[in-house]
């Protein structure tokens, strides 16, 4: 039997799925894999299934040309933390799990758009500290995000799905920035500069993928682009932002407010934001629900299967 490596500890529907098929070993720890265990697991299985945080660079698969493994099924749509031209030259195939987290990753953008425009996260925060003193008219007064704009970058599967809610879902005008024109089914209008779509919404949603190309896409200038009652959503990867320069943008007033479920450094958080009341935080929360977990898990190990039987790679990328 065929042996599979596991990075983390997954859902037992998963678990079971995998075990038909394969000799497995989890390991039993939730963070990220040391270069060393990378290269050992390259060499003693036939299959790995990698996740955020295992950062398979170049130095990791140098010299494993004739290594035992000859395929990263990783749990996860995101890869950019393998490098897939240094995968390739040594013979070792990447696959993703597209699909299973679109609508799950949308309904995080939902909510952090609502938390963030409507300071539900101040307001917990405020009950909590039992520093509430009551309702009255001009309480913590927030941005109503009916009829207003929705500036999407990235219209991608999760950025589409996202547009769907914030239309449908809250009567926003949705426009979008992306490298190609799409063919959509919901009423979205592409705007060609990121500077002007930054410019023209009440609302800022990031959906674009990770890696270098995306990089501090938004940094000082993009920001300085928004209006000052404008709100920055982050659910794709955390250095898309320069953190650093959202921090200033905040802490000097010059947007309204932030709501990020990825950060440029996780799980390390710059006390600077922590400390500002206008941005929620979350713990890279997108596909945390069971069900969304378990359809990715069984889609890597769909992904296993296909390669231990020589079928085509469902999600190759």
Not at 23 to 28: E, P, Q, S
Not at 225 to 235: F, G, S, T, V
Request: charged share 20%; aromatic share 4%; glycine share 10%.
């Amino acid at each position: 039997m065929a042996e599979l490596f596991i990075t983390r500890p997954m859902p037992q529907k998963v678990l079971r799925a995998a075990e038909a098929h394969f000799n497995v070993t989890v390991r039993d720890l939730n963070t990220p894999l040391k270069k060393g265990e990378m290269r050992a697991a390259l060499v003693l299985y036939d299959v790995v299934i990698p996740t955020l945080g295992d950062m398979f660079s170049a130095e990791v698969f140098d010299g494993m040309e004739g290594a035992r493994c000859r395929l990263l099924a990783n749990f996860g749509v995101g890869y950019n933390h393998i490098d897939l031209a240094a995968a390739k030259a040594a013979g070792i195939a990447v696959t993703n799990t597209p699909g299973a987290v679109t609508e799950a990753t949308a309904d995080i953008a939902l909510m952090l758009m609502l938390m963030s425009a409507r300071r539900a996260g101040e307001g917990e925060r405020l009950v909590r500290a039992g520093k509430w003193t009551g309702w009255h008219p001009t309480q913590m007064l927030g941005l109503h995000l009916g009829g207003k704009t929705c500036g999407i970058v990235g219209m991608g599967r999760i950025g589409q799905a996202i547009a769907r809610r914030a239309h449908y879902g809250l009567g926003m005008e949705v426009i979008y920035h992306n490298r190609s024109t799409k063919a959509l089914d919901m009423p979205a209008r592409q705007v060609e500069t990121l500077d002007a779509l930054m410019a023209q919404s009440d609302i800022v949603v990031l959906a674009v993928p990770g890696g270098h190309e995306t990089r501090h896409l938004i940094g000082a200038a993009e920001l300085a682009a928004m209006q000052p009652h404008a709100h920055l959503i982050n659910i794709a990867r955390g250095d898309v932002v320069d953190e650093a320069a959202l921090v200033a943008a905040l802490e000097q007033g010059r947007i309204g407010g932030a709501g990020l479920d990825v950060y440029e450094h996780e799980p390390k958080i710059p006390d600077e934001l922590r400390r500002l009341d206008r941005v929620t935080l979350l713990p890279h929360l997108g596909t945390a629900a069971l069900d969304v977990r378990e359809e990715m898990g069984l889609m890597a190990v769909e992904n296993a299967c296909a390669y231990l039987t020589g079928n085509p790679l469902p999600n190759l990328v």
